[in-house]
């Protein structure tokens, strides 16, 4: 089974608008760790966010924000008035403590392919 | 954060051959990882980069094909032996710092003719 499902597999939208991106993920540890990424075109991965598990309360970053609820294993990611710029493809991750010496190993989604439209 | 850079950025290679790729971090990171990226798809763990001992691979990959060096706590190699057209991809290195962040070098574009 999938640890990290990314049901949206592209989304499309004008500039602008809001989009929320789902992030659902699988895990039988209390403590973990969760993250976005954004890979734009030009292939380099960035790091967006880091979320753990005994932490709830919601971020925002500028336009970004993100929604953490445990009840419903989700981190779901909002861009606000979204730009061309935001264009890109976000991957979820999930990184759960195993693995040699309790190391936490990384899963991510599929990733969600975003296009804003001028 | 840390900051990873990985040598080199792309390469083409012919079948049959090896290209041994390095991942420099500015920082000391606990863990090292090795990821592989096929064109659209999701990032795959090839293994664990341990510190001075063999590293930790995941289902499908082996040492012999992929071997990987952690000599110290910034710097690491990962090795693709007998290279084939399949094995063209992204390897993208990656580290975890104290503060549980992960950071990404910006990939090796490997293209096996």
């Known amino acids: 089974a999938q640890k990290v499902t990314q049901a949206q597999t592209e989304i499309s939208v004008v500039e602008k608008e809001d989009v929320t991106l789902d992030c659902v993920y699988e895990?039988?540890?209390?403590?973990?760790?969760l993250f976005w990424y954004k890979q734009p075109p030009s292939g380099e991965l960035v790091f967006l966010i880091r979320r753990n598990s005994f932490d709830e309360q919601n971020e925002i970053s500028g336009r970004y924000s993100w929604n953490f609820q445990k009840s419903t294993s989700s981190f779901n990611f909002t861009i606000t008035a979204s730009q061309v710029v935001d264009s890109a493809v976000y991957f979820c991750?999930?990184?759960?403590?195993?693995?040699?010496?309790?190391?936490?190993?990384?899963?991510f989604g599929r990733g969600t392919s975003l296009i804003v439209h001028p | 954060s840390a900051v990873i850079s990985q040598k080199p950025s792309r390469d083409i290679c012919q079948r049959g051959t090896s290209l041994t790729i390095q991942c420099q971090v500015d920082s000391q990171v606990t863990m090292m990882f090795w990821y592989r990226q096929q064109p659209g798809q999701s990032l795959t763990l090839i293994a664990t980069?341990?510190?001075?001992?063999?590293?930790?691979?995941e289902s499908g990959f082996v040492i012999d094909k992929f071997p990987i060096s952690r000599p110290n706590l910034t710097f690491s190699t990962l090795t693709v032996s007998n290279m084939s057209p399949e094995d063209s991809s992204i390897y993208l290195c990656s580290g975890w710092t104290d503060t549980y962040e992960q950071y990404f070098g910006p990939g090796t574009r490997l293209t096996v003719t």
């Open positions: 895990t039988r540890d209390t403590t973990y760790y």
């Open positions: 991750a999930l990184s759960e403590q195993g693995g040699t010496g309790g190391s936490y190993i990384p899963t």
């Open positions: 980069a341990n510190q001075g001992s063999e590293a930790t691979y």
